[in-house]
C-alpha cells in the first residue's frame, strides 16, 4: 500500500519490530522528563498540553534510542 510515495507496509513492520524495545526503555525517558521538567512546565502549560506533549516526545526519544541500539550488533540481542 502505498500513501503519497509512502510505503506505509514496510515501515509499519519496521516500526512493530521496535515496540518492545520502546516499552522497555521508555520509563527512563518518563523519570528523566519528569525530574527535569515537570515543576517547569506545569506552571506555563495545564495538564491538557502537557500529557500528550510529553508523551509524544517521550515516544519518540524512546524509539529513536531503539533504532539506534539495533544497529549496533551486540545490543541487536537485547532488543
Known amino acids: 500500500m ?4 509512502f510505503d506505509f507496509l514496510n515501515s509499519s513492520k519496521a516500526l512493530s519490530g521496535m515496540t518492545l ?3 522497555l526503555i521508555h520509563p527512563i525517558y518518563l ?7 515537570k515543576d517547569d512546565l506545569l506552571g506555563y ?4 498540553f502537557y500529557i500528550p506533549l510529553v508523551s ?3 515516544f519518540l526519544v524512546s ?4 533504532f ?3 544497529k549496533i550488533k551486540g545490543l ?3 532488543i
Request: hydrophobic share 60%; proline share 0%.
Open 45 to 48: 502549560m495545564s495538564g491538557f
Open 31 to 37: 523519570e528523566i522528563v519528569s525530574y527535569l521538567l
Open 21 to 23: 524495545g520502546v516499552y
Open 68 to 70: 539506534i541500539m539495533s
Open 63 to 66: 524509539l529513536f534510542s531503539v
Open 76 to 78: 541487536k540481542v537485547c
Open 2 to 5: 502505498r500513501f503519497f510515495d
Open 56 to 58: 509524544f516526545f517521550v
